[in-house]
């Protein structure tokens, strides 16, 4: 009973949304005449978790008919109407929010019974909703479906296509937007999956669509005829070039400076979506080397958390982005920024991840503040959410172990590592090559500081400077510690 779809929908419902349901199981408009009441009265106890041994189906088929054999058919059977109304229930809350499905709904129901009077106050009133919200792939969208109702109206209520004309150009040019909109996001999908994956062959045919769209051309033309939403016709045409030529940072530059200056024209939904494109495009520059663009990521991170622009529908930021933004800030050496980060976003993570990150942050601390045993002290306080917590603590454990010169300890814990990252099918095969050759430069690297000639160490460090697989800041931290062996050389010779 405990693992049934019902059970694990009904462990989404608040307290809220639970009193609310019972409202709802108990309305005969709904409920087709059965009374689902007794059954969540008994399954009410087991909220929220449901996770008690004597949750079963035999369990409650005796308290819901005390007296009568076990009849699991009847239980199924119950189970799976009262899941159905779960999903009724959801549905309607949705509704509620959805306020375009509800005018396009409810204006062709009043068509229909040529309620005419009536068709043309849904209008203005949903209009006047749209009119104050800001720009999106929500806006544009929905622009373009008022403009066609408007269409309808005119051509079906009142006999005139004429009056209908402006609409219809409305709803074209709006429809233009909300594609330049779509497909700047999906092209960005597409370029990131194609960067994660190698899966340029799979994106080829879309690719060559946009690139012979000659979008350059339509953008200049809006422009010239001072078209109100030029300007942001030519960020959408920036930040889609951004995808397609990424070798040409001037659209990363043309679209960042748009955004930094207009961002408050946009949705909260759309914003979120273009800080993402200007953090994956800094990320991936900084995987090919380029590590000025470590500090425009810090640059843009300040601004997303400045203008609120990192919190999602439940309030919280993600452990992701919390981990992200605080090795960027003190991949700069930005202590004191981090631990202002670190106390004033912790508490805004989903719970559960809070003391993990918080652990994992101030071990991030100390080893940039040199004090190695407090490094080890946090990571010793992390419990491991995902692969990628583990992969994280294995790398600063054995970065810490390097610098106290735990030499022994850190051989075994460089070939614990290595097989902990070959045998682990969780970890994705860029990550896992990334990981490895840390770990054998790493091996390395200690024979060197053991000793060796000053023409070894040069060419270790051409072979780490030409790595590509190797993540920037695994590079940026090999060639620190490759330069003390080189001054520690230079000085004994």
């Not at 009265?41 to 369990?59: I, V």
């Not at 909703?129 to 969208?141: H, M, W």
């Not at 899966?199 to 946009?210: G, I, L, P």
Request: a positive charge; charged letters at 30%.
């Amino acid at each position: 009973m405990k693992e049934t779809r019902l059970i694990e929908t009904l462990k989404t419902f608040s307290k809220g949304e639970w009193k609310e349901f019972e409202k709802f199981a108990a309305s005969p408009f709904f409920n087709k005449g059965r009374n689902y009441l007794p059954l969540l009265k008994q399954l009410q106890p087991f909220y929220t978790e449901f996770t008690s041994e004597k949750l079963t189906y035999e369990y409650l088929h005796k308290k819901l008919y005390p007296g009568k054999p076990f009849n699991k058919q009847v239980m199924w059977n119950l189970a799976s109407e009262l899941e159905k109304l779960t999903k009724e229930f959801m549905l309607q809350t949705a509704f509620k929010n959805e306020k375009l499905a509800r005018f396009t709904i409810l204006f062709d129901e009043l068509d229909r019974r040529k309620l005419d009077k009536l068709c043309l106050k849904e209008i203005q009133e949903v209009e006047k909703i749209f009119n104050s919200i800001n720009l999106g792939a929500e806006y544009f969208n929905s622009k373009r479906i008022i403009e066609d109702h408007k269409v309808k109206y005119l051509n079906a209520v009142k006999g005139r296509p004429d009056k209908g004309f402006e609409s219809i150009i409305k709803e074209t040019e709006y429809l233009i937007l909300d594609f330049l909109a779509g497909l700047s996001a999906q092209v960005w999908d597409l370029h990131v999956m194609k960067m994660m994956y190698n899966a340029s062959d799979k994106t080829n045919v879309v690719f060559e669509f946009v690139k012979n769209l000659d979008l350059k051309k339509i953008v200049d033309y809006a422009e010239k005829s001072n078209y109100k939403y030029a300007p942001v016709m030519m960020f959408y045409y920036n930040k889609i070039m951004c995808a397609l030529f990424d070798e040409e940072e001037s659209y990363f530059s043309d679209m960042k400076l748009f955004f930094d200056e207009n961002y408050n024209i946009f949705d909260i939904k759309e914003q979120k979506n273009i800080i993402i494109t200007l953090a994956n495009y800094c990320a991936f520059k900084m995987r090919l080397g380029q590590e000025y663009y470590v500090r425009i990521l810090f640059e843009i991170n300040k601004f997303r958390l400045e203008k609120g622009i990192v919190a999602y529908g439940n309030g919280r930021i993600t452990k992701a982005l919390y981990h992200q933004v605080l090795r960027n800030a003190l991949s700069l050496n930005e202590v004191e920024w981090a631990e202002r980060f670190i106390k004033e976003y912790t508490p805004i993570l989903n719970t559960e991840h809070q003391k993990t990150m918080e652990a994992l942050a101030y071990g991030y601390v100390y080893y940039v503040k040199k004090d190695y045993r407090k490094v080890l002290m946090y990571l010793n306080k992390v419990e491991f959410i995902d692969i990628r917590d583990k992969l994280h603590v294995r790398i600063l454990s054995a970065k810490s172990y390097y610098e106290l010169e735990e030499t022994e300890l850190l051989i075994h814990y460089i070939d614990s590592s290595k097989h902990f990252i070959v045998s682990n099918d969780a970890i994705e095969t860029e990550a896992r090559e990334a990981y490895l050759k840390f770990f054998k430069y790493l091996e390395k690297l200690v024979l060197f500081k053991n000793g060796s000639d000053e023409f070894a160490i040069r060419k270790f460090k051409e072979a780490i400077d030409n790595d590509k697989t190797l993540r920037l800041r695994h590079g940026s931290w090999f060639n620190e510690k490759i330069n003390e062996l080189e001054k520690r050389t230079a000085g004994s010779a």
